[in-house]
């Protein structure tokens, strides 16, 4: 699709992660006319899953880890590493970042993929309501609108650019980054069938398809710990999502989203506490497990 518009008064957005799964795609754009659209690499940037939620519950959320704007701890613990340690300080910030982009899996070495997307060139008033659109996907994180050079590719191949956006933007949770978390099927699922139904590159593709979700049926104590903490989230649920959905109030939605953020920190600690009988409320256990209990 093309227009006659300028590029200078519009600006691309890059759906990722869990934006892509057709509903919630479907929800960002409703009403909205993209001036054209592309699938893209963002070769600053990584699919992270990073973003603490509640435990055995919902453990992990999606969002990207960019260069330059918060990997400032990644960068860091590379800075801090001596030259005769065997990985190196370039080995140290891959392994900050696998852990916090590859779930479940063990680190090897390398970086994973750089993250893919959808990118869609909007007029000024169309991308002020898809981000604010997208900002309700992570209600109880603070978000940030981060500027990123990507480039585009044909469908399904990556390797076949078809030139630079030098000015997009992603949406990036401001979260502290916490490694090793591991996302329900459920929710993993989301992202998956999104990118396959977007036919981002076969790579990426691969790359998510051996990731490991969060399985809380490991254990029957898990199982226990999953209800427990579900029944903690009942209030908010009748107090607030309900009556916002019922009698159309999505401001009073969305002071209960703040609530269950500002007490998602309570939850943490409440699962600091389970985990020493349940296990993690946050990954899975044993060996396939890469870390303790607690974030």
């Not at 509903?23 to 600053?44: D, E, M, Y």
């Not at 479940?104 to 994973?112: E, K, N």
């Not at 020493?276 to 396939?288: E, V």
């Amino acid at each position: 699709m093309t227009t006659n518009r300028s590029e200078l008064s519009t600006s691309w957005l890059i759906l990722y992660g869990a934006q892509l799964f057709p509903a919630r795609q479907r929800t960002i754009l409703a009403g909205l006319k993209p001036c054209s659209t592309s699938a893209v690499v963002v070769p600053s940037s990584y699919l992270s899953w990073d973003l603490p939620g509640v435990p055995y519950v919902e453990p992990a959320f999606c969002s990207a880890i960019v260069r330059g704007y918060n990997d400032e701890e990644g960068v860091a613990a590379s800075r801090s590493a001596t030259s005769s340690e065997k990985e190196g300080e370039e080995g140290d910030y891959r392994r900050w970042v696998w852990e916090r982009c590859s779930p479940g899996r063990p680190y090897r070495g390398s970086l994973p993929p750089n993250l893919e997307g959808i990118a869609y060139e909007l007029t000024p008033s169309d991308y002020e309501v898809a981000v604010s659109r997208t900002r309700v996907m992570l209600p109880t994180v603070p978000t940030a609108v981060v500027p990123v050079r990507a480039v585009k590719f044909a469908e399904g191949d990556s390797s076949k650019p078809l030139g630079d956006i030098e000015r997009a933007f992603l949406l990036v949770g401001k979260a502290e980054h916490a490694p090793q978390l591991q996302p329900t099927r459920d929710y993993f699922m989301l992202v998956l069938r999104g990118a396959f139904l977007n036919t981002l590159s076969q790579p990426y593709l691969a790359h998510l398809t051996v990731l490991q979700p969060f399985d809380p049926e490991t254990s029957r104590l898990k199982t226990f710990s999953r209800y427990l903490f579900t029944l903690t989230l009942l209030p908010s649920f009748i107090l607030f999502f309900l009556p916002a959905r019922v009698l159309g109030v999505p401001a009073w939605g969305r002071l209960g989203n703040w609530l269950l953020g500002a007490g998602l920190r309570k939850t943490r600690w409440l699962e600091g506490i389970v985990s020493r009988w349940a296990g993690s409320g946050y990954r899975n256990d044993g060996p396939k497990s890469l870390g303790g209990t607690g974030i």
